[in-house]
């Protein structure tokens, strides 16, 4: 099977936030178990969209996660300090998607790269909204797809 290889647009990168790897996040093998990734990638997620139109709820809408990519390039330990950059790309109607580059700053160290698809979703009427305006306003630079 071939390997998932991410080829991301490193300028759309516009935030950054860090975050501590904890003990309870080290699997078996004494590094960074992939699930604790996932949930530090959902965190840096949250931070980002809080940062850019207020959290989750943006324009009447909530965003939900469509899919998620990682590839993981090495690993990280208990008590590394990881820095998390995030930006968005390939916009469509309804969503698009969040990436990030994951770096430990103390050695420069790329741990892990992600790509995380996203859509608007109006719960009370459980269906995917278009974009709200306000949202594709915060990020002019980004492509759109159809």
Avoid at 32 to 61: P, T, V, Y
Avoid at 80 to 95: I, P, Q, R
Wanted: with cysteine; hydrophobic share 45%.
């Amino acid at each position: 099977m071939a390997r998932l290889k991410l080829d991301l647009p490193l300028h759309q990168l516009c935030y950054s936030t860090h975050l501590t790897v904890r003990v309870t996040d080290i699997n078996s093998a004494n590094h960074l178990a992939n699930d604790s990734m996932i949930s530090m990638i959902s965190e840096a997620r949250a931070r980002f969209l809080f940062e850019h139109g207020g959290g989750e709820l943006i324009g009447g809408a909530r965003i939900i996660v469509t899919d998620l990519a990682t590839m993981y390039c090495k690993e990280a330990h208990a008590r590394d300090h990881l820095l998390f950059e995030a930006g968005v790309m390939d916009f469509n109607k309804y969503g698009g998607d969040i990436i990030f580059r994951i770096t430990r700053p103390a050695d420069g160290a790329l741990i892990a790269m992600a790509k995380s698809g996203f859509v608007f979703f109006d719960y009370e009427r459980k269906c995917v909204v278009p974009m709200p305006e306000s949202f594709a306003a915060a990020f002019p630079a980004v492509n759109w797809v159809s």
